[in-house]
């Protein structure tokens, strides 16, 4: 079958979600009526029957925005439709892979994708490029039992780049190439060569087909960097009102959105996520969190705490700290449950509280994630160093040390680099609570550089303390205000809109007798808090230096 001659075949799935309704000024609230499925619009051809060939778009359409679950039962029901369909069992393999930008696949996935993949080849393909796809899936899950995840990864990369090359009219090789592309990119690279290569097939494709679910997504993850995230305004914009029955669809456009600081957006953006992810959970299940739920949650408090909506934020800490049990005990979970409490105290500088946080849930299987540990474990050090709690920083810096190794043995490499400078910041405020300032520099450049280095991971709005707003934090109070200055400047370039990256710009400026620029930054700190639900005292300092004549 050519593609010329399944024009026929396109799928339109049906509208459409009221999601205004969910966007209304309560968290906690449900929507109110059943949504009807709205999944964006996807023709991927395969030699099925009609009725397979409908589900099979459908299951298509469910992977591109990452809802898994109900991909694999759409791909199962293919089967249903049509049991000699091959390609439903590369959609079932594929699924396997899970988010490549949030955790490497488990173990029993890939048992699970392999037996998946092997099937398809046993039941075949009616077509030279449908078997082509199976190929090349079959590249990831070779020898995977002896085989390291990444380097299967770029196998699957390559012969994605095969199949793009051989059907240069198939937009879903394209589509799917430039998703591999993506996932193999290196933090570290800031050519950024391979997003611009996934970007130059995307962008063509999101103006021809603006409904299609997987280019929209696509094109946010190829952005999703400090210097790139501009680029990704258009895509943030647009996905949420292609696909907006996926919590994930509805969430994603935040991850431009905290690039750039438009934090009201990435407030709306995450609440309809959090609403539509609980409202996958059945009745038999409340009282257990929703990962996705969580993961918003997260994305939220963070915008919240920039605007200085305090008494927000704290809704959502509770509602976390609430939580016992997950529907999927996966990464995300385990950080947005680290990270939240971690938030709320560190970005409001209440040192004493990040101090005495404790790990919650209890009953989570924390020794999976090291690296979601390793962020409660860093907000509580530097709460200790920066209040005075000496033994217990050095306590939190030996638990980081354990940590980064555990990572390093598990080939957790990017989040090791992490937790390096977590240790190098923790380091810094020990050494300035201990006199030794110039060390106290040294090793707060250091973490800052290194953090700069690399990237913050697509499973956080932004790290729990940003290590160049630490370093002008500490110039500050060694009496260095026109570096300091410079150091939140540099901050701001990276991170815009950051809260206490402005008041330290203001305070820095103030200090330093520039009062233009700390008008100026005063008056950013007014606006970016214009509403907020908490009377913090950066801004009564804001309104009493404004109001000097």
Not at 36 to 45: A, H, M, Y
Not at 236 to 253: D, E, F, G, I, T
Not at 497 to 521: H, L, M, P, T, V
């Amino acid at each position: 079958m050519t593609l010329a001659k399944t024009a026929s075949w396109m799928l339109t799935i049906s509208l459409c979600i009221g999601v205004s309704a969910a966007w209304g000024h309560e968290e906690h609230g449900a929507m109110e009526t059943a949504p009807r499925e709205k999944l964006g619009e996807v023709n991927f051809p395969v030699t099925c029957t009609t009725e397979a060939q409908k589900e099979f778009n459908r299951g298509m359409a469910l992977f591109h925005s990452f809802w898994f679950h109900p991909a694999i039962q759409s791909f199962d029901k293919v089967l249903q439709h049509d049991p000699r369909c091959g390609m439903a069992y590369w959609g079932i393999a594929i699924m396997s892979i899970g988010n490549p930008f949030t955790w490497p696949p488990t173990p029993k996935a890939w048992k699970e994708g392999a037996s998946a993949v092997s099937s398809a080849q046993r039941v075949g393909a009616g077509s030279e490029r449908e078997r082509d796809y199976i190929t090349a899936l079959a590249a990831f899950f070779k020898d995977w039992e002896t085989t390291d995840y990444r380097p299967r990864l770029v196998a699957f990369e390559e012969a994605m780049k095969g199949v793009a090359e051989r059907y240069p009219d198939d937009i879903e090789a394209q589509i799917l190439y430039a998703l591999v592309l993506n996932a193999t990119a290196l933090p570290a690279d800031k050519t950024f060569a391979k997003q611009l290569a996934a970007a130059n097939i995307l962008e063509p494709l999101f103006k021809k087909y603006p409904d299609h679910p997987g280019v929209a997504h696509y094109l946010i993850h190829t952005y999703d960097y400090a210097q790139l995230a501009q680029k990704g305004l258009p895509a943030a914009r647009a996905y949420a009102k292609v696909a907006p029955s996926v919590p994930h669809a509805l969430h994603m456009p935040s991850h431009i959105f905290s690039r750039v600081g438009l934090w009201q957006e990435m407030v709306e953006s995450n609440r309809a996520s959090y609403l539509a992810a609980k409202g996958e959970l059945k009745e038999a299940t409340l009282g257990i969190g929703a990962y996705d739920a969580l993961h918003a949650m997260d994305y939220m408090v963070f915008a919240h705490l920039q605007q200085a909506q305090d008494k927000a934020a704290k809704r959502l800490v509770d509602e976390a700290a609430s939580i016992r049990k997950v529907n999927v005990e996966n990464f995300p979970a385990a950080y947005a449950f680290a990270a939240i409490p971690a938030r709320f105290a560190l970005e409001r500088g209440d040192w004493k509280s990040a101090a005495a946080l404790e790990l919650s849930p209890a009953g989570l299987a924390w020794g999976k994630f090291p690296q979601a540990e390793a962020v409660f474990v860093f907000a509580h050090g530097l709460g200790a160093a920066r209040s005075g709690d000496i033994a217990a920083a050095h306590k939190d810096i030996a638990r980081l040390q354990a940590l980064k190794e555990a990572m390093t043995a598990a080939k957790l490499d990017y989040w090791a680099g992490q937790t390096d400078f977590q240790i190098k910041a923790v380091n810094a405020w020990l050494a300035l609570a201990e006199n030794r300032n110039e060390e106290a520099v040294r090793l707060m450049h250091a973490a800052a550089e290194a953090e700069e280095a690399s990237d913050k991971h697509p499973v956080t709005p932004g790290n729990v303390a940003s290590s160049r707003e630490l370093l002008g934090e500490m110039l500050l109070e060694l009496g260095r205000p026109a570096q300091a200055f410079a150091e939140f400047e540099r901050s701001l370039k990276r991170d815009p809109n950051r809260f206490r990256s402005i008041y330290g710009a203001a305070r820095a400026a103030e200090a330093s007798d520039n009062r233009k620029e700390a008008r100026d930054y005063y008056a950013k700190l007014q606006i970016l808090a214009a509403d907020h639900d908490t009377a913090r005292g950066e801004l009564a300092q804001a309104k009493a230096f404004l109001g000097k004549p």
